[in-house]
């Protein structure tokens, strides 16, 4: 049992995760096949992957209705949404154009996520009145930087502030470059180190079993 | 006065939701129109796609779903107007599978004002799936990645694809995107191993995380937000939903500094005790 769930998955990453690191610095055709092959797959597997998140996801709220969890009236919700968006689409063979499955992404799906996004206006605008406070010095300074880039980047700034608009160009350009590629480089050190421990089985999280070590 | 400041830092966020909303429609309904002024990396881009000689071969990857519709679909347009009137051809996809409608609009919009014929001048290929894998997967071979196109006629042999076997012959990628994958993973998994030219754009609260790599020449121009769309429309010189939502931008951009320097001073002559 220990094999099956333990010591052929953490071969299986050493081998393929070995290989494509080695893969990136072989250009013959027979290395640049392995990745085709390994890319395509991986592709197919995405595909089972969604079936198995969907189904996953069913069965969660299918359980919070048969148990009458709080909130349960929402699951029904998303299983009615689900199924009928499915329906639609296997219906109109995933074509858009003057279908049902079209009107529902067109009238249904592009309004629901245009709402959801165009409330961040809203609550950007209430929590920097709340919280964009001159407590301290750095938080001065943030908030220095924030207001001018706000100005400098629409017309009206420019227009009433000559010279903002540089200005906002210049913290984008400078100090805004080098905090991002301070984080860019610490970002991808991490990302490396994370890699290697996965590949030689030091970091066994993705394993399952709540075992991070 | 202390009693009042302590008051009006409390204020009732309802009537912050009404000022936006005022501040969001009043310059909607009334532009200003107000010149936007074009920044180096639009610019960049624009040239990039100047630059390029007729039937040359553009990659547009929309990387989008309806929720950044407002800020990345002007940009859509407006490049494809561009690549369009350059008479380049323009292969197009999607990385994103609620983004596969309205790509597809756009696409088949665009052409048709340009009076295009797809499959010749352009195609639009559909959705990509597995984010990071369809890009490697473009980058060792487009039949093998899309074996067909959004309309189901086989990638293979149709003349908009002619001399186009991976992304290594492809003359410049675009990927506007709102967030993963998107502009980075195409940078990533695409430029970097098959060496094609790259620029895009994103959402304006994730331009700032590009500035290295447009710094650096890792990406050859960069439209950030409804801002960078608005200067591609200026360049263009066609006035768009973006240069209309410019004024709009303005008013939200205002009444938020307003906002944050009322608290601030209400703040301060209250004693820092809020």
């Known amino acids: 049992m220990r094999f099956w769930q333990q010591t052929l998955p953490l071969l299986i990453t050493f081998v393929f995760g070995l290989a494509l690191v080695l893969q990136y610095y072989v250009p013959h055709p027979a290395s640049e096949h392995f990745l085709q092959e390994i890319s395509l797959w991986s592709q197919i597997i995405a595909g089972f992957a969604i079936v198995l998140g969907v189904g996953s996801l069913l069965s969660t ?27 639609a689409g296997l219906w109109a063979e995933g074509k858009a154009e003057g279908t049902f499955f079209g009107w529902l992404y067109d009238y249904v799906l592009v309004a629901l996520q245009g709402t959801m996004f165009s409330l961040l206006a809203f609550f950007v605008a209430s929590a920097a009145y709340r919280a964009f406070r001159a407590r301290t010095p750095e938080a001065t300074i943030l908030l220095s930087a924030a207001v001018l880039v706000m100005a400098g980047r629409v017309p009206l700034g420019e227009s009433l502030l000559p010279g903002v608009g540089t200005l906002a160009d210049w913290i984008m350009t400078v100090p805004n470059t080098a905090a991002q590629r301070g984080i860019l480089i610490g970002v991808s050190l991490g990302a490396i180190a994370t890699s290697i421990k996965i590949i030689f089985g030091i970091e066994r999280a993705y394993l399952g079993g709540g075992d991070g070590a | ?60 990857s929309l990387d989008y779903d309806p929720a950044s519709k407002p800020e990345l679909h002007p940009m859509t347009v407006s490049l494809l107007r561009h690549a369009f009137a350059r008479n380049l051809r323009v292969v197009a996809l999607t990385l994103w599978p609620t ?60 003349p908009v ?46 331009a700032p995380k590009f500035y290295p790599l447009l710094q650096t020449g890792q990406i050859t121009g960069l439209l ?47 004693g820092r005790k809020a």
């Open chain 1, 61 to 87: 709220h299918y359980q919070k209705i048969t148990r009458q969890e709080a909130g349960w009236g929402y699951s029904a919700v998303l299983f009615v949404s689900l199924l009928t968006v499915f329906g």
């Open chain 2, 1 to 60: 006065m202390r009693e009042f400041t302590l008051r009006l830092l409390q204020l009732d966020r309802r009537f912050i939701f009404v000022l936006m909303s005022v501040a969001t429609v009043l310059p909607l309904l009334y532009p200003l129109g107000l010149p936007v002024r074009i920044s180096p990396e639009t610019q960049q881009l624009y040239d990039t796609l100047e630059r390029l000689p007729e039937r040359s071969v553009v990659l547009l």
């Open chain 2, 99 to 158: 983004g596969t409608s309205m790509a597809e609009s756009a696409v088949t919009r665009g052409a048709a004002e340009a009076g295009k014929t797809d499959g010749t001048d352009y195609v639009f290929l559909g959705y990509g799936p597995g984010e990071a894998n369809a890009i490697i997967s473009l980058g060792q071979s487009l039949a093998a990645a899309f074996p067909a196109d959004y309309a189901g006629r086989k990638t293979e042999g149709l």
């Open chain 2, 161 to 206: 694809l002619a001399g186009v076997h991976s992304l290594r012959d492809i003359d410049y990628a675009l990927s506007l995107s709102a967030g993963f994958p998107g502009l980075d993973t195409w940078y990533v998994y695409g430029k970097e191993k098959y060496g094609f030219e790259l620029g895009g754009g994103c959402t304006a609260v994730s």
């Open chain 2, 224 to 270: 950030g937000g409804l801002r960078g769309a608005a200067e591609y429309e200026t360049l263009l010189n066609q006035t768009g939903k973006a240069t209309a939502g410019m004024d709009a931008q303005s008013a939200t951009h205002f009444l938020i500094i307003g906002l944050i320097v009322i608290c601030n001073v209400c703040y301060l002559l209250s």
